[in-house]
């Protein structure tokens, strides 16, 4: 009796081991035999967009009852610093909408998936995404996440204004010289009454920059990415010229306080106290919402036409996620056809998908900008450049920001600040080459 009653009691114990490795086998992939899984999907967003996105996991979840999507929602300001602490830590979101800048320093973390592979082994037809996009989500040709919301950074013109001017919009291929000009006239009244012509944020991250460098043949690189080019005279010159335009009165003063996805620059706009800024989908979303009649651009050309920033975003994955397949049949969802049509329906993003069907859902003849499809089309087609992403970059980024700003407030010449940052600028591309 005592021999059967041991016999017993170290089959229950190897029976226990056996269960307690196989559950610490499954951690590492899906549960959803267990209960439903619960796949957590962190994104950025204001009202406007939580909104669309709640909209896109409802008709998910309607459709894959099994599968339960849990937002992680967050202002964009410190959203990618937070995301750079959960993977190091090992407690990422299964899946992240991550802004490209951003990218190659999350790839050095070793915590995304590669997205490519997976579409490789799900027979995943990646050519439904602009080719913009799918370079824009891959760093040293490997995909790390499906393209969202690929689009210009757009000139957008107050239209109104520029009636009240009497000041004729420009060309599509204007140049820098133009661009001075019209901002000087637009520019007018004091005080409360006071109307600027031009706006950019210079507190949120570098883009507003790039297309009036590019614009005078300058780079923030060079064509290998690892030399600082900021110290050439074809650059330096140009952010003066921003510094001119800052110093004169023709940006507001508020432009240096502001940070990113400000409701400031809209709300200007909206208020035909601005001529012309440079936003992105968001501001276009804002500005429609507002009732503004305005027309979208490319940005002024010069030495180059390709002066326009062209930038996406990837929705990508944790290598730590529980639940890949699921993850991954959400990211399909999110980004294929399901998720553009309604993302487009409400005007959230330009088509991000090749098809002239998700144009129809975008665009309504009752809303401006009505000439956004053409003025897309032709920046995908001879105006965009992408930018120049690497690693170290929002280190770079972080150190240029509060100098540019020197520069702007006349605390410092331009080209005396670019000469006196261009070694420290270097030495974090030479530790991050």
């Excluded at 706006?199 to 570098?206: C, F, K, S, V, Y």
């Excluded at 859902?361 to 105006?383: A, Q, R």
Aim: hydrophobic share 40%; with cysteine; proline share 6%.
């Amino acid at each position: 009796m005592e021999k059967k009653s041991v016999f017993l009691s170290i089959m229950f114990l190897l029976a226990a081991c056996l269960i307690f490795a196989a559950g610490g086998r499954d951690q590492g992939r899906t549960q959803s035999a267990a209960g439903p899984a619960n796949v957590k999907y962190a994104f950025w967003g204001s009202p406007e967009s939580i909104g669309v996105e709640a909209d896109i996991i409802a008709a998910f979840e309607a459709k894959h009852p099994t599968i339960k999507i849990e937002p992680v929602v967050t202002g964009y300001a410190d959203y990618h610093t937070k995301l750079l602490t959960m993977i190091a830590g090992g407690s990422a979101p299964d899946l992240m909408r991550i802004s490209t800048q951003f990218l190659p320093d999350l790839v050095a973390s070793k915590g995304l998936v590669d997205i490519g592979k997976m579409a490789k082994e799900h027979n995943y037809d990646l050519s439904i995404y602009l080719k913009e996009g799918l370079e824009d989500c891959s760093w040293e040709g490997v995909l790390y996440g499906l393209p969202w919301g690929t689009a210009p950074v757009y000139a957008l013109l107050n239209l109104t204004m520029f009636e009240e001017a009497g000041v004729p919009p420009p060309s599509y291929n204007w140049t820098i010289d133009e661009f001075v000009r019209i901002v000087k006239a637009l520019t007018s009244g004091s005080g409360a009454d006071k109307k600027y012509g031009f706006a950019m944020e210079i507190q949120g991250d570098l883009y507003g920059l790039y297309p009036f460098l590019w614009a005078n043949g300058a780079r923030l690189l060079d064509e290998s990415r690892k030399t600082f080019t900021l110290d050439r005279p074809e650059a330096y010159q140009v952010i003066q010229m921003l510094a001119d335009l800052y110093q004169g009165g023709y940006i507001p003063p508020e432009t240096l306080m502001i940070g990113s996805h400000s409701a400031s620059m809209p709300s200007w706009f909206i208020n035909n106290k601005l001529a012309i800024c440079l936003g992105a989908a968001t501001t276009v979303l804002s500005a429609q919402n507002g009732g503004a009649k305005f027309g979208v651009w490319p940005l002024p050309s010069g030495k180059t036409t390709h002066t326009t920033v062209v930038k996406s975003n990837t929705i990508s994955m944790s290598v730590n996620s529980r639940y890949t397949e699921e993850a991954w049949l959400f990211s399909t969802f999110l980004r294929g056809d399901e998720g553009e049509t309604l993302y487009t329906q409400a005007k959230r993003v330009p088509p991000s998908i090749v098809g002239d069907k998700y144009w129809d859902y975008y665009l309504d003849p009752n809303l401006y900008p009505k000439n956004i499809k053409e003025v897309t089309n032709m920046i995908f087609t001879t105006n965009g450049n992408l930018a120049p992403i690497r690693r170290g970059y929002l280190e770079l980024e972080q150190l240029l920001t509060p100098v540019i700003q020197n520069v702007m407030l006349g605390n410092v010449t331009a080209e005396k600040a670019m000469k006196d940052i261009t070694p420290r600028a270097q030495a974090i591309l030479d530790k991050t080459n």
